[in-house]
């Protein structure tokens, strides 16, 4: 029997449209970035396992559940953008060329965890990263260039979320608390979260099952763990995010899922995702390179899924039209058609044509489906002088131009 196939469950295919908007997404993220200064990177997909396990954490889901391993070899296909990024830094010792850097990355990352809206098998990340500085100015930076580029592609409706862990010492302070205080609730939690009280009670508080956000929100968690200069310096951030006019909500409960996070936290949320809302996150990773085996320097960054975005822009972006339908009234004429199509296209005339020798009145059908300005009809009697009908689609209007003078009225028209 003829087996029928489809895309691998957890994957997505774009239609023209969607792919439209997908590159269009990125290409404002790009345009953003620039503005900023960031500079773009373009890494491989695969990746040394341990990086992964010792970058992001043993006890994270990422690690535990939903790393794709190559079998029988320690090569993963990348779950996430920032410890790769700093294994590009360390690998070429960029620390020692300059001591700041900004970089930025787009493309899919990959983990095998249950598919369902808004989190996909092969997903696509927009990140952003800046290394060499622990000024609460680069994470107000970080968090102003994570809004401007939503704002450009023209997501609504999003809610900037923000905490801090504080520093390493304080991160250990917080874990014992939570260890201690949810000790006799254990009960009430999921069953991944029994477990991950016993090694790393800060995923409990990353939960999204309600029964474990029920026990989560009966606990103080305002800051108690943080020393006075991380509950100063956030407090310092918070106070700048007021005076540039940024709205935000403080979220003592967020505390994301990878290890590596340390003081400034966020995420940007939208109510249109449901119970997966989060558009982007990120925050600062003060250890992680010297976790890695380098040097003790401080750095932030963020991520955006693609794919989540595009489910927020409920009509998506607007969809693209060409500029000139090329239509001939008959096989005999096709030749001097493709010959105008080829002129217009080498003046970055966006243009089409019919390969399948439809009727004109079929063309015309074609060409405003789509979304042609302007219409080229080639008939017998006008090829003979030289000459075609050039048709306004949107005023229902046509006028008769000489073929040498086509391009210059098309440019004049459009």
């Not at 439209?20 to 040394?48: H, T, W």
């Not at 205080?181 to 991950?196: E, F, I, S």
């Not at 059908?365 to 949107?394: P, S």
């Amino acid at each position: 029997m003829k087996k029928n196939y489809s895309n691998v469950r957890g994957t997505s295919d774009f239609n023209p449209h969607q792919a439209q908007s997908f590159r269009k997404v990125n290409e404002k993220a790009i345009q953003i970035c620039k503005v900023f200064g960031y500079k773009e990177i373009v890494l491989p997909i695969l990746e040394e396992k341990g990086l992964f396990e010792k970058g992001v954490g043993q006890t994270t889901d990422i690690v535990q559940k939903q790393m794709f391993k190559i079998e029988d070899k320690d090569i993963v296909l990348r779950p996430e953008g920032t410890a790769q990024v700093i294994r590009y830094y360390l690998q070429n010792y960029l620390h020692r060329k300059s001591n700041f850097h900004k970089f930025f990355y787009a493309g899919p990352m990959f983990r095998g965890e249950r598919p369902q809206k808004g989190r996909l098998r092969q997903f696509h990340h927009i990140g952003a990263e800046a290394i060499g500085s622990n000024s609460i100015y680069l994470d107000a930076e970080m968090i102003i260039l994570c809004l401007e580029i939503l704002k450009a592609i023209g997501v609504k409706e999003q809610e900037l979320k923000i905490n801090t862990l504080g520093c390493a010492k304080d991160k250990e302070k917080f874990t014992k608390y939570l260890k201690e205080a949810l000790a006799n609730k254990k009960g009430h939690l999921c069953q991944d979260c029994q477990r991950r009280l016993d090694k790393n009670p800060l995923r409990v508080v990353d939960c999204k099952r309600n029964e474990c956000r029920r026990v989560v929100n009966s606990l103080n968690l305002e800051n108690k763990h943080l020393c006075s200069d991380c509950n100063s310096s956030f407090k310092e951030l918070l106070s700048l995010l007021d005076s540039l006019g940024i709205k935000y909500s403080y979220t003592p409960y967020m505390v994301r899922g990878l290890d590596y996070y340390t003081n400034t936290v966020f995420e940007v949320t939208s109510k249109r995702l449901g119970a997966q809302d989060a558009i982007g996150a990120g925050g600062r990773y003060n250890n992680l390179i010297k976790f890695l085996g380098g040097p003790d320097i401080p750095a932030i960054g963020f991520a955006l899924g693609v794919e989540r975005i595009l489910l927020t822009l409920s009509d998506g972006l607007k969809e693209e039209t060409i500029d000139v339908f090329v239509a001939a009234m008959d096989d005999s004429l096709y030749n001097k058609g493709f010959n105008i199509l080829k002129d217009l296209r080498e003046k970055n005339i966006s243009s089409d044509f019919d390969y399948c020798a439809k009727s004109l009145k079929a063309q015309l059908r074609i060409a405003q489906k789509e979304g042609a300005k302007l219409v080229v009809i080639i008939g017998q009697e006008e090829a003979k002088e030289g000459c075609v009908f050039l048709k306004d689609m949107e005023k229902s209007a046509q006028e008769k131009v000489k073929i040498e003078d086509l391009v210059k009225k098309v440019k004049q028209s459009i």
